[in-house]
């Protein structure tokens, strides 16, 4: 059964999506079989696959609503190895439709149940907030990996989103884990990079993955031509590190 991965800070602009699309690709180039699922609106990590997001006839969207089924809105070998369930703004008005829906947290689950077994790894992109797309994200997951950006206030929302995580597997997934904390955006010229990495490992009792996402340009260009970053610039630090990371995650035993 495929290992379900959700990448989750309610904070906006840490590395959510980036982190996404570049540990996916690199973990299907290492030959795994990846599926992708977008859960947030803006759709980014979809366009950052080289989809337009507009265009889609089916997406996440009409998954969740029941009104297509999830072979309707697969999309297959984006690159190699790697398949998609996009989003784009549609998604947006889910929360209002699932409202009366019975076990609503499971909606997701269950619709990837029936391909679950095709993949080595799930990962699900989650929104910048602790919404119903985020808890759906955690009930299929079977880790969440929180994308920290090495900024003055990395640490805030971490304890609030590791005590949604702790509630969401009380109460609704009991083999939800923290997969761990991963580092973004490092800048190796300041001396606060440095200091934030120090500050939330001496503050958090998570796994904190040796792998540090430096802050690089042609990472930052990558999702503007729609290609992943060991595609677009392959000996880049940005490229070098998501593989680190991917050769981490595979490692990693639960």
Do not use: W
Request: charge should be negative; proline fraction near 3%.
């Amino acid at each position: 059964m495929g290992r379900a991965i959700a990448i989750a800070n309610q904070k906006g602009g840490v590395g959510k999506t980036t982190t996404s699309i570049n540990l996916s690709a690199t973990l299907a180039e290492k030959g795994k079989k990846v599926l992708v699922i977008d859960t947030d609106p803006q759709g980014n990590t979809t366009s950052g696959f080289g989809l337009d997001k507009n265009e889609l006839e089916n997406t996440i969207y009409e998954l969740l609503i029941g009104q297509a089924d999830v072979e309707d809105v697969l999309i297959k070998n984006v690159v190699d190895g790697l398949d998609i369930i996009p989003a784009n703004v549609d998604l947006a008005a889910v929360e209002i439709e699932l409202i009366d829906m019975e076990e609503k947290e499971y909606i997701l689950k269950n619709a990837i149940e029936k391909i679950r077994d095709n993949y080595d790894f799930i990962i699900i992109d989650c929104p910048p907030s602790l919404s119903m797309l985020t808890i759906n994200a955690m009930t299929t997951a079977n880790t969440v990996l929180v994308p920290i950006q090495c900024e003055y206030y990395a640490l805030e929302g971490l304890s609030q989103l590791v005590r949604t995580v702790n509630l969401v597997k009380d109460r609704l997934n009991n083999e939800l884990e923290m997969e761990g904390v991963i580092f973004t955006m490092y800048d190796s010229r300041t001396n606060l990079s440095l200091q934030v990495v120090e500050n939330v490992k001496d503050h958090i009792n998570e796994n904190v993955y040796k792998t540090i996402i430096p802050r690089n340009i042609r990472l930052a260009e990558a999702p503007s031509y729609g290609i992943p970053i060991n595609l677009y610039d392959t000996k880049s630090a940005g490229a070098v590190a998501y593989r680190l990371l991917a050769d981490e995650v595979i490692g990693r035993k639960f």
